[in-house]
């Protein structure tokens, strides 16, 4: 059973994906791709994930090209794209065509904090702002974003960073294996308190696919997404 | 209660060195370490420290010396090659008695290599890369969680030593997030707490003797009388400080050796096969020094074989055989370079081994 209940705002085209490192943007950003593979493009014909992390040497959502283009998705990045354990700091100028192309649904995996946010304002001619919706993920139960003053501060860093305002938040809060229905609400009830304050919405909450049973959560909240945990290795969770 | 919070390797360990006392780290960046001097950087400031970025690993170790020699609590992290220059720090921080905790986290070589995990420094951080007859005790905790209790301790591990303490975890560790409790912050030494806590430190003091911290000694009757009482020291270390985690050894058929990420993969191992009726156990030395031999007394008549799995070409191994005297076939299941291997290669390796000596 899957409660995904399908896009917000799914008239913008370019979703941004920002957040504090370890807040879980490129879990959610793979996860989103597969789910929009799966359930249909809209008006969209085409499907693209810009990985533009130059800050994390690990767990990068270039590390599951096979799977995103057995999917139907295309990813842009590294000009490397043969070579995903180098560390460079560099990206191919082919991330500029999915953030042009007008029939190109585009996810913007962001690489960590505002330091890595700052990489998207080189394609800021690439993309026009109506037609962006900019997302930071939020995890709770990451020390420095887990009250409201943390999350705050990095909502605005990253806004500073990058020029662009941030729409919406996902609550993203988990605790990898150990995560329940009650780490969930915790993390729901901070981006609430956010959304209050600064007339953003909360674009979804997310919930660990095949760790918190569906029917502990089913009904609270408006717009649920299950995550795949698709970067992360089986045996590490043993 | 404190409540779990959600960590990545790298910042937990350098949350869990300031909480066990630490105010002082001195680094150079290199991958996949960097968020340590980056996070220290903005905490230590906060929490009455200092951070300093040293022009390069040897410049950042001989900072922690003078810095240990005059008392202070200090930290220093690196990955492999960046460890490699450190290593003549390491011989005069042993020589001079000094303490000192230090952080590998180890990627994949030799040379530059590359920013994979890997965990070919065995033979640097176990037997010394630097020069005389010295010994550093080596932690090799196998999840977050255990870094982090490890890392709590080993400021006063190595206080009540006088002599560094390295703890080894791979690149994999120190970027990947697990769920940890912090424990509750140490107290930190004060300055004017070190003339009485380390009477032996150059601390300025007023009390009318001086101190001398030195690893220079140029007559070779002093310098051997040194030696020989550093190594009275080393020979309590390899009795008190040997740890080792065991399972399902008693009537294992195959029994695994590994630490860190290796000993995770090699659960699984494990695990499968036991699934499938074949007795598999596990000995995990959560110390690599003084290493666990005595672990190996425990295994019986049922065991065939023992394998060592490492992230290197055949290390851990040399001590594995040490370990076993001779009782049993000692093989080897590795990758390198940065290689992780599947818990299913694992499987099917130990299979063909298990066929050629049963």
Redesign the interface.
Known sequence: MSVFCGIREPDRRVMVVTGH??SGKTEFSVSLAMLLAKEGLGPYERLGLCDLDII????RSRERRAMLEAAGIRVYGSAYQHDV?A?LPELSADVRAPLEDKGCRTIVDLGGNDSGAIVLNQFSNNFSREETLTLIVI?A???ET?DYDGAMAHLQAIERATGLHVDGLINNT???R?TDAGCIEKGHRLCERICADTGRFIWCDCYPAGIVPEGDIEGRYEHLMPLGLYM?PG??D? | MAEKVLMKGNEAFAEAVIRGGVRFYFGYPITPQSEIPEFMSRELPKRGGKFLQAESELGAVNMAYGCGAAGGDGFISSSSPGIALMQEGMSFLCSAEVPLTMLNASRGGPGIGSIQPGQADYFQVTRGGGNGDYRIPVFAPASIQEAIDILYDAPALANEWRNPVMVLVDGLMGQMMEPVLMPEAKEPLKSSDIPKAKPWAISGSEKGERSVVKSLRLQPEVLEQHVERLFEKYNRMERELQRVECTDIEDAEVVFVAFGTMARLATEAMELLQSQGIKAGLIRPITLWPFPYGAFDALTDNTKVVISTELSMGQLIEDVKLGVRGRFPVKLIHRTGGMLPTSLEIVDKTKKILEEVR
């Open positions: 490192y370890g994390n040497p690990y767990f354990t560390e995890n139960n990451r020390p887990r988990h605790l990898l150990e992360r045996w590490l043993r």
